[in-house]
């Protein structure tokens, strides 16, 4: 119920009184945009449903198809999603129905002794290990607003995680336009698998040409790979 968000904003962090690390994650339409902060700086992933996953940030650059790209970012994106499907498992496990049912505050003190399994995505998941509380509140404003303490423990020792953001399902706008350059971005080619003579071989969705320059020419490809057979 709390997964049909425009935007999502969530910071981390292991004390109430340190900045801690912001996660933003954007859907337009078809399209998502996912920024967070590295060692290095503000990386982001722009997903082009059926065409590609474009990441901006990382050390790397160019145009590659999707298993190609694995060397360069390897499970970061399953690493990312888990952050933000943390922050809407928490929150909807303090609440109890969807974001409907928030009109006011509602407060969150909860206990858990069981591990629990969360899905990411189809093909991943993560496990909470028990036992494990949450205590805060969420907020209704402008938007729902919410605050987390995370209690859990690791080999013997209780631990602390404070989560603090924003869930909204208003209509947004991705900042990302279509003049933008490729020339930061690493653009991973997405497409299909198959099993052939015993090899797995990948069908790329699009055929990329030279021609391919700005993040406008990538969007345009969408319609090329829905007709692809």
């Keep these: 119920m709390w997964s049909d968000f425009s935007e999502l904003r969530v910071t981390y962090s292991d004390s109430k009184e340190k900045k801690g690390s912001e996660l933003v994650y954007?859907?337009?339409?078809?399209?998502?945009?996912?920024?967070?902060?590295?060692?290095?700086?503000?990386?982001?992933?722009?997903?082009?449903?059926?065409?590609?996953?474009?990441?901006?940030?990382?050390?790397?650059t160019g145009i590659k198809s999707a298993p190609s790209c694995y060397e360069d970012v390897r499970d970061t994106f399953a690493i990312?999603?888990?952050?933000?499907?943390r922050a809407l498992f928490f929150v909807g496990f303090g609440v109890k129905g969807g974001p409907e049912l928030v009109s006011d505050t509602v407060s969150i003190d909860i206990s858990n002794a069981q591990d629990t399994r969360v899905q990411i995505n189809p093909g991943d998941h993560m496990i909470i290990k028990g036992p494990w509380s949450l205590?805060?509140?969420?907020?209704?404003?402008?938007?729902?607003?919410?605050?987390?303490?995370?209690?859990?423990?690791?080999?013997?020792?209780?631990?602390?995680?404070?989560?603090?953001?924003?869930?909204?399902?208003d209509p947004v706008t991705l900042p990302v336009d279509d003049v933008q350059p490729l020339s930061d971005w690493l653009v991973c080619i997405s497409g299909t698998h198959s099993f052939r003579d015993r090899k797995d071989v990948f069908m790329p969705a699009v055929d990329v040409t030279a021609g391919i320059k700005t993040i406008g020419d990538i969007r345009a490809l969408t319609n090329r790979s829905s007709r692809r057979p």
Excluded at 80 to 85: F, G, P, W
């Design 80 to 85: 990312i999603q888990s952050y933000a499907m």
């Design 26 to 60: 954007m859907v337009a339409g078809a399209e998502s945009l996912t920024t967070f902060e590295t060692k290095n700086g503000t990386a982001s992933i722009l997903g082009v449903p059926g065409v590609a996953t474009l990441w901006r940030g990382i050390g790397a």
């Design 135 to 169: 205590k805060g509140s969420v907020n209704r404003g402008d938007h729902i607003d919410f605050q987390i303490s995370h209690e859990f423990t690791v080999e013997g020792r209780t631990k602390s995680m404070f989560l603090k953001g924003s869930w909204r399902n």
